[in-house]
Each structure stands twice: as structure tokens, then as C-alpha cells.
């Protein structure tokens, strides 16, 4: 039996998520005083054709602007809200189980997981309830055998050469490097037979190069996140690829209540990663 070490770089995988539209495009029959309306937003999200609305992608303030209009009629209002809680609410992918994940990926009867490692930083810069939210999912996922490795953001003044604009921001650091030292560190402790690599982010070849010269048996397998491509780079270096598609991670939810070993539940789902209701 092969041993596996997965490495996900959560960055990576939440911004994936975070750019899924939802789904292809999705029709709806309306009003003509809705679908007025809805044409004086001026949204390029949305269009109107033989009495049916197109809708390619609903941002939730768009959403807000059609429920909050008075001139659509309250029967369209819920059919429009329906229409995005089942195909563009999509923030509930967040709430996913890392270690219900990789078992997609894993052939049961060779390989065993021995260690998931969640590399991500907390922007403590941000709004207390978005820190929270963060923090609350990397405790749940210690809950689950899921082993954080947290870097930080470093404070960084940002120039627009247009205008001249000075604006201070923020940038994620180590998180990278911390892959990189994970893998090659472990890879030297002959911690794994195989690896798996989830990340586009072609800045941790060199390591999985020196992984390769540290011990050229051991096997690579780079797990690219939702709707983007896989590294050109990292597949070359790969014993194989594979991709996570939007199904995986439906399918590998964490439960609304996070419970702990006395029984206790000590994590409850933000309220906005709600899955929709069939």
C-alpha cells in the first residue's frame, strides 16, 4: 500500500471556487414589466430573447437591485431568486471537506492517505466577519485531521502610473514557500511514496525538481482546482495530472455542525455557505 501526502494550496483552490459563474446559461420566463426593468440595469450579465430571460452569471448586488425594484412583480421576484440560490450561489463550495476531496483521487485498493496539509493566511486586514469565517473553517478542518500551515500577509503601496494613485494593499506571503519546504522536507524523511499537489502555481517546480532528486521513486500527482488550467510546468513534472470539478466538491461538504470528540458541536456553517435547497 502506497502512502500519500496531499499538499493544497488553499489560496489557489478559494479563489477557483470563488470564480466559478455557477453554470452555463440558464433561462427564465418573466414579466414584460420585469424584464423592463431588468434592461435599465444595464448588465451584461443578462439578456432578453422571445419573452425569456438569459441569464450567464447573477452577481448577488444585481440580485439585490431586481428584488428591491418595485416594478417587479413579487412572482418574478421568486422565481429570480430561485434561479440563484440553485445556480450562482456558489459561496457554499467554500464550506468543502478537504479530506472527503482527496479521496476522489486516491485508488483505494494501492494507496493511503497518511497527511493533508492546508497552506493559507489569515487577511486580518479585513472585515472581523470574513477573518472569522476563515478561521472558523480552518478549526473545522482540524477537526477533520486536516493539518494548517498559516502564512501571513505583508502591507504593500500600490501606484497606478495613469493617474498617479498611491494606495496601500496587501499581499500574500509564504504560502509558496511553505509548500515547497513541506514537500521536499517530508520528501527527505521518506514521509510519502506519492504526493499530491493541488495548485496551478508553478512557483513550487524547483521543489517538486529537488523531490524528484531526493528519492526518483517517489510519484507526483498535480490536482488542478475548478476552471482553470493545469500548469504546463508542473505537469512536465508530474508522474500525472488530474482536476477537480465542480461535482468533487458538491459532493464533499462539510456538515453544518462541527462536532468535536466529546460530542460537543464547537462549529456552526456561516449562514451565507448554505447550500441551496432542492
Known amino acids: 500500500m502506497k502512502s500519500v501526502v496531499c499538499f493544497i ?7 477557483a471556487i470563488n470564480n466559478i ?7 427564465v420566463a418573466l414579466s414584460k414589466n ?14 432578453y430573447s422571445n419573452g425569456r430571460l438569459k441569464v450567464s452569471s447573477l452577481k448577488k448586488e444585481v440580485l439585490n437591485k431586481i428584488l428591491t425594484s418595485p416594478q417587479v412583480l413579487n412572482d418574478d421576484k421568486k422565481k429570480i431568486r430561485d434561479l440563484y440560490e440553485k445556480s450562482f450561489n456558489l459561496n457554499y463550495l467554500k464550506w468543502v471537506d478537504l479530506v472527503k476531496l482527496m479521496d476522489y483521487f486516491i485508488d483505494n485498493k494501492k494507496q493511503k492517505i497518511e497527511a493533508i496539509y492546508y497552506f493559507s493566511a489569515y487577511a486580518e486586514w479585513r472585515n472581523k466577519q470574513s477573518v472569522k469565517k476563515h478561521k472558523d473553517y480552518v478549526s ?37 514557500v511553505n509548500i515547497a519546504l513541506h514537500v521536499a522536507k517530508l520528501a527527505f524523511y521518506k514521509q510519502y511514496d506519492e504526493a499530491f499537489i493541488v495548485t496551478q502555481d508553478s512557483d513550487i517546480a524547483p521543489a517538486l525538481k529537488m523531490v524528484k532528486q531526493i528519492n526518483p521513486l517517489i510519484e507526483i500527482k498535480v490536482i488542478t482546482p475548478p476552471n482553470i488550467n493545469t500548469s504546463r510546468e508542473l505537469a512536465r513534472i508530474a508522474n500525472r495530472t488530474a482536476t477537480i470539478n465542480i461535482e468533487h466538491i458538491k459532493n464533499s461538504l462539510l456538515p453544518e455542525k462541527i462536532i468535536n470528540k466529546k460530542g460537543e458541536a464547537i462549529i456552526t456553517r456561516p449562514s451565507d455557505y448554505c447550500p441551496p435547497k432542492h
Open 9 to 15: 494550496d488553499g489560496f489557489n483552490l478559494y479563489h
Open 21 to 27: 459563474n455557477g453554470a452555463a446559461e440558464k433561462e
Open 34 to 47: 420585469t424584464i423592463s426593468c431588468i434592461n435599465l440595469l444595464q448588465t451584461d450579465q443578462i439578456s
Open 140 to 176: 473545522a478542518l482540524v477537526q477533520n485531521g486536516v493539518i494548517p500551515v498559516m502564512g501571513r500577509f505583508k502591507e504593500k503601496h500600490r501606484y497606478c502610473p495613469k493617474c498617479k494613485y498611491v494606495w496601500k494593499g496587501h499581499e500574500e506571503k509564504e504560502t509558496d
